[in-house]
């Protein structure tokens, strides 16, 4: 367990952050659109690919962090479907840099404890990036901590999609139907759906990322740009987040009770 003694007192922006957060109040799941590499690069007259190297220290420490906090499920969009679109030698290197963050991070994951997952069509993935995320899916599958879901050549409309085809391979009855056996097809099957959805580099979008799971999320959305996402912007979302009265059709409901104790 961690008690966080170094904030204590107050002594940097990151110190009075952490200490406005109620451990009692966090949200289950947080999902991330992750934005803005290509103009972390652009503006600093580098090529696009700098941009998404400089990104990989900001998922590591949204990815700790929050395994940290004790949130339940994390949940960060790394490559859409239409990513695909992107030059060839763009796609190359966002695969080969994938590679090498599992198999960097992957014994960090387990000894955190942090369950890995891809949601999104893997097999569209190169052979070499498929293997080597199979093996973290395995190796991490029996941790009891953090979810982190990594959606990879994802569509929140294709999800739908594949859901509806489950459901009517199964042969479903179309009027016996309910929203609950609807998420059961989903990706994310099993998990709270996200209570906080966070956006970087001022977009306002949602980019056809999770469409059905964010109906009720609260959204956050900063205009720092990804690679200069860090802990204290997560701090930020959280105690944004904690300060929001959340309503569902209207009518205001109390934030679920997740007690929370600090992870190692």
Request: net charge neutral; proline share 4%.
């Amino acid at each position: 367990m961690t008690d966080f003694s170094k904030f204590a007192e107050p002594k940097s922006e990151e110190d009075r952050l952490v200490r406005q957060l109620d451990l009692d109040g966090l949200p289950r799941h947080i999902a991330v659109i992750m934005d803005g590499n290509g103009r972390w690069a652009r503006e600093r007259r580098l090529p696009r690919v700098a941009g998404h190297k400089a990104g990989i220290d900001a998922v590591r420490e949204t990815v700790e962090m929050s395994a940290r906090l004790g949130v339940d499920v994390l949940t960060l969009y790394a490559f859409s479907q239409e990513n695909w679109k992107r030059p060839r030698a763009e796609v190359t290197t966002l695969m080969s840099l994938l590679r090498e963050y599992v198999r960097k991070e992957r014994n960090t994951l387990i000894e955190n404890k942090i369950r890995f997952n891809v949601i999104g069509h893997l097999e569209d993935l190169p052979g070499a990036a498929q293997r080597e995320l199979g093996r973290a899916i395995e190796e991490t599958a029996g941790n009891e901590g953090l979810q982190f879901n990594i959606a990879l050549s994802y569509g929140g409309r294709t999800e739908i999609v594949d859901a509806c085809r489950a459901l009517l391979r199964e042969g479903a009855d179309p009027d016996a139907l309910t929203v609950e056996q609807f998420g059961d097809k989903l990706y994310t099957a099993g998990q709270p759906d996200p209570d906080l959805l966070i956006r970087t580099s001022g977009e306002l979008r949602i980019s056809n990322f999770l469409l059905w799971q964010i109906a009720y999320a609260e959204i956050w959305v900063t205009e720092t740009l990804w690679p200069d996402f860090r802990r204290a912007h997560l701090f930020q979302a959280l105690i944004d987040y904690q300060h929001r009265e959340r309503r569902y059709g209207g009518l205001a409901r109390d934030k679920k009770e997740n007690p929370v104790a600090l992870r190692s």
